[in-house]
């Protein structure tokens, strides 16, 4: 039998330890920082990476090339609220009563003020937070007022933002309203003039808001990377979502756009992607870089009487065609994600939480309910991860539903009670109906869909009262509407 000194052992159990301090590093070195980067009304052809031409975004297209566009990126939902909350929750917004968004604040409808995504969906960055990561968010939130939906606690450490649906751009617009208004004895706001916070305390901001929110993020990263954990930042740009304004430098570099709207929605577009690149200079600068996971995308389609393009896709904001949940979508990791590639299958913002939360080591409730999946893998093998699957959107309008389904080249819809079948494989402007080629496979969708539907709550809140009396007045949702069979033969 072999003897050892003291020596000997001391040395053995030095070497031990290096070793044990090497794996747990190289375990912590697997889960990435994650920046979640979200425009809002963005087109699909307004990025360069996408198509776009007369927009500038070279911040956004290097972060692109570097990775994989997934081309065929969808959102939960065709407008804001309801698809920022789909996402977290990781859920389709119908199924906790959220088709809508929150009516604006200065509505003051008594009955939703109360309202906001149900505390009983424990979202994304909640997992990440109890599995130890560092968490923010700048910028919109628009998922509830009220303390209990607040972002420090539904699973944000640092918040720098506004709790609305919209803000004012430049806060010498904003702020002077806000005090002649306070002056007068107001008590209810417009929320696009009430002051940014910072985590619950009130900042008297001084910079045009994209800017300010891109300073705010690239600080996060400076804080975060200080920190013995990885991190979640929450990118949440307001822009280029109305009110149009601009910075006069901004402008300059459009002035051959000769639509005002356009020129205008161009220059927000860009000061975005002047800000993209401060986040990016930031993860440099600490040395993260390498260890970020970036993913970008807006929250639905680009609002056509905005000044957004979304070409070739049919429609925009708040359809169920293409133009109003497919948007411009990209991973990027360095050597982790492939660079230069372009992904053509499906990825939707519901699969956002199971493949973080998986990335992140991070325990998912068991009884949490999720609607998406890991992607990861498919992502990464260039491989369709939902084969066969299908992706369902549905925009309530006063006495029927508009249906948008998603199943590998597929694509169903059902607009203005009238049901058609394209192969968007090929037919990315949904032009040629194949039902009546195809009417087993439309068949097979709307059956599924049916099922889908049957699984949604009754809203919780509309957004204004003429909405909800509208909605009980025709007794929606109305499945009838859109699920007979003399709906399926018009």
């Given amino acids: 039998m072999q003897k050892f000194d003291l020596r000997s052992i001391a040395v053995l159990l030095f070497v031990g330890c290096v070793m044990l301090s090497n794996l747990c590093a190289a375990t912590a070195d697997e889960r990435p920082n994650i920046v979640l980067i979200m425009c809002d009304d963005l087109g699909y052809a307004d990025v360069g990476f996408s198509g776009a031409t007369d927009i500038k975004t070279p911040s956004l297209d290097a972060l692109a090339r570097a990775g994989t566009i997934c081309t065929s990126g969808y959102v939960v939902h065709p407008f804001c609220g309801p698809s920022r909350m789909g996402m977290f929750a990781g859920r389709y917004p119908h199924a906790f009563g959220a088709p809508f968004n929150l009516p604006p604040s200065a509505l003051n409808i008594e009955e939703y003020k109360s309202k906001g995504i149900p505390v009983e969906e424990t979202m994304i960055s909640k997992v990440l937070q109890d599995a130890g990561y560092f968490t923010g968010i700048v910028g919109k939130w628009h998922m509830g007022f009220m303390p209990e939906f607040h972002p420090n606690v539904r699973g944000f450490d640092d918040f720098y933002g506004f709790l609305g649906g919209g803000h004012e751009y430049f806060p010498e617009k904003y702020r002077s309203v806000f005090a002649r208004q306070s002056k007068a004895g107001k008590k209810v706001f417009n929320e696009y003039i009430v002051p940014l916070e910072h985590n619950g305390e009130r900042v008297d901001e001084t910079e045009y808001m994209t800017d300010a929110l891109s300073r705010e993020g690239a600080r996060f990263i400076e804080d975060a990377s200080t920190k013995d954990a990885p991190f979640f930042l929450f990118v949440s740009y307001n822009a280029p979502h109305t009110p149009l304004q601009a910075k006069e430098e901004d ?157 590998d080249n597929w694509k169903a819809t059902c607009v203005g009670k009238r049901w058609a079948l394209y192969d968007v494989a090929d037919d990315l402007g949904e032009e040629s109906d194949l039902s009546q080629q195809h009417g087993e496979q439309l068949d097979k969708m709307i059956v599924a869909a049916q099922a889908w539907s049957q699984q949604h709550s009754q809203p919780q809140w509309f957004h204004s009262r003429e909405s909800r009396d509208k909605w009980n007045e025709m007794g929606m949702p109305n499945p009838e509407a859109v699920f007979s069979e003399k709906a399926r033969r018009r």
């Fill in 251 to 407: 402008l300059k570099h459009y002035a051959s756009i000769k639509d005002e709207k356009r020129r205008t929605y161009a220059a927000m577009v860009h000061a975005v992607d002047r800000g993209v690149g401060e986040v990016v200079e930031a993860l440099n600068s600490t040395g993260e870089m390498k260890d970020t996971l970036i993913v970008f995308l807006s929250d639905n389609g680009g609002k056509l009487g905005a000044g957004a393009n979304n070409g070739p896709l049919k429609r925009g904001k708040g359809s169920v065609y293409e133009g109003g949940i497919r948007v411009p979508m990209f991973f990027h990791w360095p050597d982790r994600v492939p660079a230069g590639q372009k992904f053509d299958w499906p990825v939707s913002a519901l699969d956002f939480y199971p493949t973080f939360a998986a990335l992140g080591k991070a325990s998912i409730p068991d009884d949490k309910s999720l609607d998406g999946k890991n992607i990861w893998d498919g992502l990464i093998a260039g491989s369709d991860p939902r084969d066969g699957e299908m992706l369902f959107s549905m925009r309530h309008h006063a006495a029927f539903s508009n249906i948008g389904i998603r199943q």
